[in-house]
């Protein structure tokens, strides 16, 4: 039988987990395991790539948008393989740096393979190696998921780990979901070009956000491409000409839409049983490894010694700053085991880079009336459109605003909801008001507010608000 390999330290995954390893764990035997991409999902097909693509898209819409400015654009051409080769010879070059320094550090061996638990603290690789550790992270992220409906399977029909290495910008897309990773990828491909159908299965896009939010983008996507509510997807067919037909029943009648791609949005599973964890760890209905606040993966509801799990095998955020955090917490737990740290998720920002961009933090309206009627308390809520601010007046804006919650009697603030340009940094002043515990009536009136910037809308919200 062969001996199983011991290590201090082993590492399953090369995402957030690949940060773990820093100067501490020098002259110590690490093992890092990964069969996938080097870097993780955010690198490789994430975060960092889509934002790269956004970025010209939105270029272009802004243009398209001038006209109301008194300045016509014309868009003429997109150079899809020069934006295509400018993003992956960056990243892959990252990638590709990153495995190799990895593999070359005495103390690491890196595992180009994926690798199950046979045990709570033994993992075997495909290969057959057997590896055991006194400390395991798992950081295996999460992967798409397809619904298995007939023609899922056509070279035709992408996800978002393939879609953005086509060699063409196709004429014709279907963008099959109504979540932030169908939102980008629709402002993606209209801005850049194609006719763009977004088809979903419900009568509402964006169901995690604030409903006010979630309505106005229902009215303004349909501006820049078409938008299918109550869409559910049957099949995928092949034509004649290598484009495809895709059927979805609506409300009881079938519907054809023509496509040269297809792109499936429907959701991600956390990798928990490619690591075969169920047996061995607890799990809730969605997939998702249990830890604690200090990271501590679970066993019949206790912490099991020396295992831990980050990002989206554990997180439902799925979000690359939530496994960073939540990264950051093992790094110093691994060491300090007497003094083990929280992560802290009470306010999770996210944003959504599409067109128009979206950005959110804290309690939508919904939960937080229902919090404030169980708690005893009243909340006082403020929606100002950044139309009505004076930069706002510059851009001629008909369709941004910034929504804040917050408590009445104390002036905290809840939860904060934006839509309109540079949403994801508008809001970062109000996650720092959130993160530390500053009030509305503080942070409007305790600092100055740059005039005639845009974060005008967030002062103007602030002093909206009805408090006591």
Known sequence: MTAVKEYDLIIIGSGSGNSLINEDWDGKKVAMIDGGRFGGTCLNFGCIPTKMYVYPASVIAR???????????????????????RIFSRIDAISEG??????????????????????????MTDSGVQLTAPQIVVATG?????????????PQVHTSDTVMRIDELPDRVVVIGGGFIAAEFAHVFSGLGAQVTQAVRSDRLLRAHDDTIAERFAQEA?????????????????????????????????????????????????NSDTVNAAPFFDMDDRGLI????????????????????????SSPY????????????????????????STDHRYVPSAVFTHPQIAAVGLTETQARQQAESEGYEITVKVQNIGDVAYGWAM??????????????TGEILGAHLIGEDSANLIQPLIQAMSFGLSAQDMARGQYWIHPALTEVVENALLGLELD
Not at 329 to 341: F, V
Not at 399 to 409: E, S
């Open 98 to 123: 990153g495995l190799d320094w990895r593999k070359r550090q005495p103390s690491v061996d890196v595992y180009e393979e994926y690798a199950r638990f046979t045990d709570s603290h033994t993992l």
């Open 396 to 409: 001629e804006d008909t369709v941004g605003l910034c929504k804040i919650i917050a408590r009445k009697d």
């Open 290 to 313: 249990t830890v604690d606040q200090h990271q501590r993966v679970l066993s019949g509801g206790s912490p099991v010694k020396g295992v831990w799990a980050l990002g989206d095998v």
């Open 222 to 270: 349909p501006k820049h491409w078409d938008l299918r509510l109550n869409h559910g997807l049957q099949s995928i067919e092949k034509t004649g000409d290598g484009a495809v037909t895709v059927t979805f029943d609506h409300r009881g009648q079938r519907v054809e839409v023509e496509a040269d791609l297809v792109l499936v949005a429907t959701g991600r599973t956390p």
């Open 318 to 341: 799925q979000l690359k700053h939530v496994a960073n955090a939540e990264m950051r917490t093992i790094q110093h737990n691994l060491l300090n085991p007497d003094h083990l740290e």
């Open 142 to 154: 999460s992967r798409v998921t397809l619904p298995q409906v007939p023609g899922i399977n056509l």
């Open 63 to 85: 243009a398209k948008d001038a006209t109301k400015l008194g300045i016509e654009v014309e868009h003429k051409n997109t150079a899809w393989q020069q934006i295509r080769d």
